[in-house]
């Protein structure tokens, strides 16, 4: 009979043997051991990495290639519960979506059809924003759609506007850089009004205004076109989300919070409110990652989605947008 001593001993070798197991392709466990080495080093979401790294290798070692290997990681990112990362593989992405989103069939189609910012003037006195989302993950469009939102601004800001609706429910994400350095006068001045912290709540990067000039992670970002009209400090401000509003559009949200006389309001966001990084694995083959949780400027951090301060669901309306219901409660709200 085994002893329990023998017994432990068996178990532990057993359980080291797993993961010193002959592979039938060389290359695949090359591939799996640095995909786990980089998650380890950087995901915000480790609680299941040994039971992922157990499961992989079992699954993989009998493979033939990295090919075959890549379709495993949709599961690796659902166990991970990292639906903002992904394997990108070939010109291929593997990852997992979150199941537990709202829809909006109406914003779902407008998502499709609009590509570009929008502006009008509401009752003579409210200046209307709409920020779609962007494609910028190169950092090649930075000037062009930071200077894109500030024309619009231009167009239509005056000494007869009283109040602004900035509109992010078509803002499924993109780079959040020139979202902000658009919007930098209606942020604030001299303040940090967000950032990154990593798993362990250490700050991991700034969001800083000083001078008038955008810092981000220290780096400074300038801006190619002025405003034509100052925007006046704590001027009202509501800010429209929807559940589509996502990673750069919640960043982009999360400015906001905090600041005077800002609002709120629409349906939850995505819940995509982490910064996500990229990583090589080989010369064919990257690996995305969620490394950050984000905090505003008051440092609560986000670890889901925004919770508007008046929600309202459905009712939209982007072309007739004095009867678009989050219009209509931000007309409120804004005094009108």
């Known amino acids: 009979m085994m002893t329990r001593s023998l017994l432990l001993l068996w178990f532990l070798l057993s359980s080291v043997c797993l993961f010193c197991q002959t592979f039938k392709n060389d290359s695949v466990k090359s591939f799996v051991d640095?995909?786990?080495?980089?998650?380890?080093?950087?995901?915000?979401?480790k609680e299941n990495l040994e039971v992922i790294k157990h499961e992989l290798y079992n699954k993989s070692r009998n493979l033939n290639s990295i090919d075959e290997t890549a379709a495993l990681y949709k599961d690796v990112f659902k166990q991970l519960n990292d639906y903002h990362g992904s394997l990108k593989y070939k010109g291929k992405t593997y990852g997992w979506n979150n199941p537990n989103v709202m829809t909006n069939g109406y914003l779902k189609n407008r998502i499709n059809m609009d590509k570009s910012t929008f502006s009008q003037v509401i009752d003579q006195k409210i200046g209307y924003l709409r920020i779609v989302g962007n494609s910028d993950f190169a950092f090649k469009k930075v000037d062009s759609i930071a200077d894109d939102i500030v024309?619009?601004?231009n167009d239509i800001n005056s000494v007869e506007i009283k109040g602004w609706i900035i509109d992010?429910?078509?803002?499924?994400?993109?780079?959040?850089y020139p979202i902000l350095l658009g919007l930098k006068e209606?942020?604030?001045?001299?303040?940090?009004f967000g950032g990154f912290r990593d798993a362990g709540n250490k700050p991991s990067g700034d969001w800083e205004i000083k001078a008038g000039k955008l810092l981000i992670d220290g780096n400074r970002l300038d801006r190619k076109t002025a405003l034509t009209y100052p925007i006046a400090n704590d001027v009202p401000l509501v800010i429209l989300t929807s559940c589509y509003t996502a990673s750069a559009g919640e960043m982009a949200a999360i400015s906001f919070i905090g600041r005077n006389n800002t609002f709120i309001v629409g349906e939850k966001t995505a819940n995509y409110t982490t910064a996500v990084l990229g990583f090589k694995i080989n010369d064919y083959a990257g690996i995305n990652l969620s490394t950050d949780y984000v905090v505003d400027r008051n440092l609560k951090v986000y670890k889901s989605y925004i919770s508007p301060d008046v929600e309202v669901v459905g009712g939209d309306n982007l072309t007739a947008l004095k009867k678009d219901h989050k219009i209509i409660k931000a007309l409120e709200l804004l005094g009108q």
Do not use: C, P, V
Request: glycine residues 10%; positive net charge.
């Open 151 to 153: 024309a619009h601004i």
């Open 34 to 45: 640095k995909s786990i080495e980089l998650i380890a080093a950087n995901s915000i979401h």
């Open 168 to 176: 992010l429910r078509l803002n499924t994400g993109g780079n959040m």
């Open 186 to 192: 209606f942020i604030g001045n001299n303040l940090r």
